[in-house]
């Protein structure tokens, strides 16, 4: 699963970082270092199997050079307070020997990144300090180094998964809609319907809107399904719930567009309150569920013509 152009306030990804980490060390084997009382030696935590920590997310999306150089800069900095603050490290780690420094981001999309750590850990050694280990080495991760931990995590509802939304190709929206003429039929009846529109342009452009959706949401929960199949099978569950009381919508009273208006509304909601670790997919999710009901017929307006 890429979660390369996923992007986080840095305080957000460094509580979502030491939830991993506390998870991954049970039992006080890994250890914050707030940086509030004179603690900003270059780490944000240490693990007792030798490993030091630290976390950083840039505020916003970057180009790749520009990210590279944003890290750069940052790895720069805070291996030079790993070195600077010898004397409070020493006190700090005791007897414990620091075999590698982990640069943890949400993105790592730079070989050269790759290099400057290899160039950054050599001078590490160079200094001989006391706490570091003859194989020193810098690594740079992201959340694919703490799947388990990050499922974990999820499960427990300790944070909202966050999935990595596709981009559907125009093309494939057309293939769709050539290969399921009967569905296309069907949905365009209904858009009719809901929102009054004559203009055919205009309906075939909606009509593309909600196939778009539709393909992007069976991505997303296939994904689900294959990385957090417990969660995926909570989601069909309530799905499937709201699904079979559609039928209370199908009222000539109430306008198409109100009860689809509705129908999204209340089914976002229901994501939001019975499964808080899917809040971040609340919006894509509802709507790929109505697109799919509108498609498929559990969503109708009978006085449409």
């Not at 005791?94 to 750590?117: D, M």
């Not at 740079?140 to 180094?145: H, K, P, R, V």
């Not at 990050?150 to 125009?170: D, F, G, S």
């Not at 992007?216 to 399904?225: D, F, P, S, V």
Request: proline share 4%.
């Amino acid at each position: 699963m890429n979660n390369s152009y996923l992007t986080y306030d840095g305080n957000e990804w460094e509580r979502r970082v030491f939830s991993w980490l506390h998870l991954k060390y049970p039992g006080g084997q890994f250890e914050e270092v707030p940086a509030e009382h004179h603690g900003d030696f270059g780490i944000d935590g240490f693990s007792r199997d030798g490993i030091a920590y630290q976390c950083y997310a840039p505020q916003t999306p970057l180009k790749v050079k520009e990210l590279y150089e944003n890290q750069r800069n940052k790895m720069n900095q805070d291996i030079d307070k790993f070195i600077d603050n010898h004397k409070d490290l020493s006190k700090l780690f005791g007897t414990l020997k620091i075999e590698s420094w982990w640069f943890v981001v949400p993105q790592h999309r730079s070989a050269k990144l790759v290099q400057h750590a290899t160039s950054k850990a050599s001078l590490v050694k160079s200094k001989r300090l006391p706490y570091v280990g003859d194989n020193f080495h810098i690594h740079i991760a992201t959340g694919e180094d703490f799947a388990v931990e990050r499922q974990a995590a999820i499960t427990k509802r300790v944070e909202a998964l966050q999935l990595e939304e596709t981009e559907v190709p125009e093309m494939e929206v057309q293939d769709w809609a050539d290969k399921n003429d009967q569905f296309v039929q069907v949905l365009d009846r209904k858009i009719r319907a809901y929102s009054g529109e004559t203009r055919e342009s205009k309906i075939r452009s909606l009509r593309d809107k909600w196939i778009e959706r539709f393909i992007a949401g069976e991505n997303t929960l296939k994904k689900m399904q294959t990385d957090f199949p417990d969660i995926w099978e909570e989601f069909r569950v309530l799905k499937k719930r709201r699904e079979n009381g559609l039928f209370t919508k199908y009222s000539t009273a109430t306008a198409g567009a109100a009860v689809l208006t509705e129908t999204l509304d209340q089914f976002k909601a229901e994501i939001e309150n019975n499964l808080p670790n899917l809040v971040s997919l609340a919006d894509e999710l509802s709507v790929a569920t109505v697109a799919e009901w509108l498609l498929q017929c559990p969503l109708d307006f009978p006085d449409a013509s």
